[in-house]
């Protein structure tokens, strides 16, 4: 992230990325370090210079914002699921505890708290695989009615 690298702001003005990249290249340059420091700033030139024209230029930032963007939403939203199963292809494991075999062998596992919290996403216990757990609610119909 150009601006983590900067130690900006993202709404920051061009004079503070300019005065962060100055900064940057001075605190990176061999010559101006202090030898009193333990550990020597390993910043690779190159890339702040691209962090600069990118961020320097109106057009490209607009770019690079939209990436970072869809790169945020893409994480937030978590795991893509590989199928949706039904809770009914459940097998009741214990009281409250439904499991589902995958197909590496491993097991999917989902609790009565996770589906009253509306989690529906289980991961396989042995792979990566990642499913959505579906159920309906089922109206009681031996409830008492006046009639």
Not at 29 to 47: E, G, N
Not at 85 to 101: M, P, R, V
Not at 124 to 138: A, H, I, T
């Amino acid at each position: 992230d150009f601006y983590q690298l900067f130690g900006i702001a993202y709404d920051a003005p061009l004079s503070t990325i300019k005065s962060a990249y100055h900064k940057a290249l001075f605190a990176s340059h061999p010559d101006k370090q202090s030898f009193s420091s333990a550990t020597p700033v390993d910043v690779d030139i190159a890339l702040l210079k691209e962090a600069y024209t990118t961020l320097s230029n109106v057009s490209s930032r607009v770019a690079y914002d939209n990436i970072l963007q869809n790169a945020r939403m893409k994480s937030s939203t978590g795991p893509r699921p590989a199928q949706v199963i039904s809770l009914e292809d459940f097998e009741e494991a214990e009281e409250g505890i439904w499991t589902h075999a995958c197909r590496c062998g491993g097991t999917y596992r989902i609790i009565e708290e996770d589906m009253d919290a509306g989690r529906h996403l289980v991961g396989c216990e042995s792979c990566s695989e990642v499913v959505w757990v579906g159920y309906e609610l089922v109206n009681d119909e031996h409830h008492d009615t006046n009639g």
